[in-house]
């Protein structure tokens, strides 16, 4: 484990919370990969001069946050690393990028087709206007996280496979002349289909977490539509609430 701590004595913060913390750092900026394996309590505790408890504690608590798991015959192993997203408008891709998370990604299909109800009423266009739809598999650290599903209206253009294979869809909209100003975007959760789950390496009937939103431009105009995935064991939101007086 090429991992380096630095442990503050002088600190009110407790020494097992400051370890902690450091090696969930190091799981989530992939410098402790899936697979990892931390060596055993003593080891670890005399390297870094903490008692045995207090190393115990630390990795206690990121068992609870099911980031380790205690194997026998094996040792404490990473397991993989919860990707916390805040609620902004942003591009998965740029946020996963800044997070250290090692983004890619594998499209699946790029279609032309008429706008369904659903769709149309997203984007403010009539029923049946022709519309491209992008379908893609995001993945961090090789592993998918999350179906993403988005519909572009004319005149916006449409990426092409090889772009958006390298980086993120809002990146590409933006180097194309759209600018991205607001966003209307609803949460919610369902069981994954058996198709859903062969996607996102889950069983049939997992938690997925589901995203929908629509983007608009400087000029109140919508330029996509999404209708995205989330694997519940692998993702969450997370949001800043102000109280108002």
Same mark, same amino acid.
């Given at each position: 484990?090429?991992?380096?701590?630095?442990?503050?004595?002088?600190?009110?913060?407790?020494?097992?919370?400051?370890? *902690? /913390? /450091?090696? +969930?750092? &190091?799981?989530?900026?992939?410098?402790? &990969?899936?697979?990892?394996?931390?060596?055993?309590?003593?080891?670890?505790?005399?390297?870094?001069?903490? *008692?045995?408890?207090?190393?115990?504690?630390?990795?206690?608590? %990121?068992?609870? #946050?099911?980031?380790?798991?205690?194997? !026998?015959?094996?040792?404490?192993?990473?397991?993989?690393?919860?990707? #916390?997203?805040?609620? +902004?408008?942003?591009?998965?891709?740029?946020?996963?990028?800044?997070?250290?998370?090692?983004?890619?990604?594998?499209?699946?299909?790029?279609?032309?087709?008429?706008?369904?109800?659903?769709? @149309?009423?997203?984007?403010?266009? @009539?029923?049946?206007?022709?519309? !491209?739809?992008?379908?893609?598999?995001?993945?961090?650290?090789?592993?998918?996280?999350?179906?993403?599903?988005?519909?572009?209206?004319?005149?916006?253009?449409?990426?092409? !496979?090889?772009?958006?294979?390298?980086?993120?869809?809002?990146?590409?909209?933006?180097?194309?002349?759209?600018?991205?100003?607001?966003?209307?975007? *609803?949460?919610?959760?369902?069981? &994954?289909?058996?198709?859903? @789950?062969? %996607?996102?390496? +889950?069983?049939?009937? @997992?938690?997925?977490?589901?995203?929908?939103?629509?983007?608009?431009?400087?000029?109140?105009?919508?330029?996509?539509?999404?209708?995205?995935?989330?694997?519940? *064991?692998?993702?969450?939101?997370?949001?800043?609430?102000?109280?108002?007086?």
């Amino acid at each position: 484990m090429d991992v380096k701590f630095s442990i503050d004595r002088t600190s009110p913060v407790p020494l097992y919370f400051q370890l *902690s /913390q /450091q090696l +969930e750092a &190091a799981i989530e900026h992939g410098q402790l &990969a899936p697979g990892a394996l931390l060596g055993n309590e003593i080891d670890l505790a005399g390297r870094l001069g903490l *008692s045995r408890p207090t190393v115990r504690q630390a990795i206690q608590a %990121l068992v609870d #946050k099911g980031l380790l798991v205690r194997r !026998r015959g094996i040792g404490t192993q990473v397991v993989r690393s919860q990707v #916390k997203r805040p609620l +902004e408008l942003s591009s998965l891709y740029d946020d996963l990028e800044a997070a250290g998370q090692h983004p890619g990604t594998r499209v699946l299909d790029i279609a032309e087709l008429p706008a369904p109800p659903d769709v @149309a009423a997203a984007l403010g266009i @009539a029923e049946g206007t022709g519309v !491209r739809r992008i379908e893609r598999l995001r993945l961090t650290h090789g592993d998918p996280i999350a179906f993403l599903r988005n519909y572009l209206p004319p005149p916006v253009p449409a990426p092409a !496979r090889r772009d958006l294979e390298a980086t993120g869809l809002y990146r590409l909209l933006r180097a194309a002349g759209t600018t991205l100003h607001s966003a209307r975007q *609803s949460i919610g959760a369902r069981a &994954a289909t058996e198709e859903e @789950a062969a %996607l996102l390496t +889950e069983p049939p009937g @997992a938690p997925l977490l589901s995203m929908r939103r629509t983007a608009f431009d400087d000029k109140g105009h919508a330029v996509e539509y999404g209708t995205h995935l989330y694997r519940a *064991s692998r993702y969450t939101f997370e949001l800043q609430l102000l109280i108002r007086s």
